[in-house]
């Protein structure tokens, strides 16, 4: 590998679900494509005054709030980079491209639409997967099903993994065309959990499948135009599904949990280790509740993914 490129990337907002993406231009690395405003850390600076400088050198506003979104280490072959991303939620002035670059403000869903940097995909996938992502659990009818369902949509879950081993095909396809009639009302996606899932996308209008590690390993290829998901547990299971061109991850169990009593957790340190070296989102799960999402986000995670703290006992 070459020597690591540090670069400070901002994914600035507008406050109104849209991004401010600028054209490289035709004669830089990766020229002609769209990025996220920013550039190379010099030394001694610390990465938010990087950002802040590259900010205000090629788009004269000034960074008043930033928070961590991923980080992704890249090799292009000619050189590697490390892309240190981060919302910014607040800034003054107003942007205009100061070397003379194209901007466009875009809304976050149509982020997909437009051609980045390799380095940056994984980065697209972090901005537009929201930070909550409910696994389905027991439940004791289908109205039980629909009504832990609707109280976890309820609670601001955007992803919701449909896992329910334990009804045959049939079920499984009622419960999702249930699901996904939900998650439309609440503008939250589904993605399904089962061996067959792929096969289900035929007649269920969910927007993609999550693998199990056991089906991760099989390095199955992965249909294109939906999100896929993984359940990854260590190192090797997270570099697999960012090989495969998964969009996100769950990395677990982080803390212990009644769901799997005999796993040994990974504990936050590991956790923090994992999630920083992955080049895809990773969301953390095991024992989480909602008070775990600021500190996963703030080390750099996606969020945090469950089932008890959504779906009740
Ligand atoms: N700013 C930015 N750089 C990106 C993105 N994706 C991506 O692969 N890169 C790569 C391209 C470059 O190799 C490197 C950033 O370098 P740069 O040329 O923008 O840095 P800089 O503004 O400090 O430029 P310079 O002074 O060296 O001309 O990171 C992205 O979304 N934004």
Same mark, same amino acid.
């Given at each position: 590998m070459h020597k690591l490129i540090h670069v400070a990337v901002g994914a600035i907002t507008d406050g109104s679900g849209n991004i401010l993406l600028a054209k490289r231009p035709g004669h830089a690395h990766q020229g002609g494509l769209w990025e996220f405003p920013g550039g190379k850390v010099e030394p001694n600076e610390t990465l938010l005054q990087a950002l802040d400088r590259e900010l205000f050198e090629e788009l004269d506003i000034r960074v008043v709030s930033a928070e961590p979104v991923i980080e992704i280490i890249h090799d292009y072959g000619d050189k590697t980079v490390w892309l240190d991303v981060h919302w910014v939620t607040a800034f003054t002035g107003t942007p205009r491209g100061k070397e003379g670059q194209p901007l466009r403000w875009v809304p976050v869903n149509e982020l997909p639409q437009y051609e980045f940097p390799a380095a940056n995909y994984p980065i697209v996938n972090a901005l537009t997967l929201p930070d909550k992502l409910l696994i389905t659990g027991a439940f004791n009818s289908v109205d039980d099903f629909t009504g832990r369902l609707e109280a976890a949509l309820q609670q601001g879950v955007k992803l919701v993994q449909l896992r329910a081993h334990e009804v045959n095909d049939t079920d499984y396809?009622? *419960?999702?065309?249930?699901?996904?009639?939900?998650?439309?009302? /609440?503008?939250?996606?589904? @993605? !399904?959990?089962?061996?067959?899932?792929?096969?289900?996308?035929?007649?269920?209008?969910?927007?993609?499948?999550?693998?199990?590690?056991?089906?991760?390993?099989?390095?199955?290829?992965?249909?294109?135009?939906?999100?896929?998901?993984?359940?990854?547990?260590?190192?090797?299971? *997270?570099?697999?599904?960012?090989?495969?061109?998964?969009? /996100?991850?769950?990395?677990?169990? @982080?803390?212990?949990?009644?769901?799997? =009593?005999?796993?040994?957790? *990974?504990?936050?340190?590991?956790? @923090?280790?994992?999630?920083?070296?992955?080049? *895809?989102? @990773? /969301?953390? !799960?095991?024992?989480?509740?909602?008070?775990?999402?600021? =500190?996963?986000?703030?080390?750099?995670?996606?969020?945090?993914?469950?089932?008890?703290?959504?779906?009740?006992?």
């Open positions: 396809e009622q *419960l999702a065309g249930l699901a996904s009639e939900r998650c439309n009302l /609440y503008g939250a996606r589904l @993605v !399904l959990n089962r061996h067959n899932a792929a096969d289900f996308l035929n007649s269920i209008p969910a927007q993609g499948i999550h693998l199990s590690s056991a089906a991760l390993e099989k390095a199955p290829v992965l249909p294109a135009d939906i999100i896929v998901g993984a359940s990854c547990h260590n190192q090797s299971q *997270l570099q697999q599904a960012a090989k495969l061109g998964a969009h /996100y991850a769950t990395l677990s169990p @982080v803390l212990p949990t009644k769901s799997h =009593p005999d796993a040994t957790p *990974l504990r936050w340190n590991n956790f @923090v280790h994992l999630a920083k070296k992955a080049t *895809l989102p @990773v /969301y953390a !799960l095991g024992g989480m509740n909602e008070e775990h999402l600021p =500190p996963v986000k703030q080390k750099g995670g996606q969020g945090i993914a469950g089932i008890s703290c959504w779906w009740g006992n």
